[in-house]
């Protein structure tokens, strides 16, 4: 589904990505994991398009990501920030539907398509006409994970969407969109530095630090078999978050 050739991207003299060549196969979760200022975002932000590469392409479903293509290939795309990302000025339901009301789709199919995700995300329909300050964290992620899904992307970008949520909320959203993922068949490339949250959602871990991927692998894989001292290193010091399933 998604494939980057030889991909890199500075900041300055600070290497933000090492050219790097990934693929990442269809209908998988798959969690760029590692620190802060390892490059997981950054590549995520390549792949969607809000950064232009120094070196290398991105390719989704055979297709080189280019500028003139960009916004056609966005569309094919779900993106999910912080706190989702929301526009403050407008309601939950005019957030959810923006994207279509551009396309200009017919209201009737809108109205279908936002009962739809609302029913999906679990979304309480008297959230709708409010604004984003009177929801909650977590109501306001999901109202940022309907509107990604409103179009019916095959491809969901997600960059650290539960990290400012409280544990109890954010443990309730993983679960839910664990299973959400799985029922839809959706292709999702999740960053996190929260090695819990990594092995609950991934199929594939892609651990990475300093620009570089260090192991890529399942959890039990590098658990049991890791690539570089960093890797166990990191492991080791959120370990005790790990589900017993993970450690047995």
Request: glycine fraction near 8%; proline fraction near 5%.
């Amino acid at each position: 589904m998604i494939e980057v050739h030889e991909l890199g991207k500075r900041f300055g003299d600070r290497v933000a990505l090492a050219p790097l060549s990934l693929a990442f196969a269809r209908e998988t979760v798959t969690v760029l994991l590692g620190p802060s200022g390892c490059g997981k975002s950054t590549l995520l932000r390549l792949v969607v398009g809000l950064l232009q590469p120094d070196t290398g392409h991105v390719v989704i479903d055979g297709q080189i990501v280019e500028r003139a293509n960009l916004e056609q290939v966005r569309h094919r795309i779900g993106y999910v920030i912080q706190d989702g990302g929301l526009f403050p000025h407008m309601t939950a339901r005019a957030n959810i539907t923006l994207l279509a009301r551009y396309l200009e789709w017919p209201r009737a199919q809108i109205e279908d398509r936002l009962n739809t995700v609302v029913t999906l995300t679990r979304i309480d329909r008297r959230w709708l006409d409010q604004y984003p300050t009177t929801l909650s964290g977590g109501e306001r992620q999901r109202v940022g994970i309907a509107r990604a899904l409103l179009l019916d992307p095959p491809l969901l970008l997600c960059d650290e969407p539960l990290s400012a949520l409280d544990p109890i909320t954010r443990v309730a959203l993983q679960s839910e969109l664990g299973d959400l993922f799985a029922r839809l068949g959706k292709t999702v490339l999740w960053v996190t530095h929260d090695l819990h949250e990594a092995a609950y959602l991934a199929h594939e871990i892609v651990l990475m630090r300093a620009g570089h991927v260090v192991q890529r692998g399942t959890i039990a894989e590098l658990l049991e078999r890791p690539a570089d001292p960093f890797v166990s290193l990191f492991i080791n010091a959120q370990r005790g978050q790990l589900p017993a399933a993970a450690t047995a």
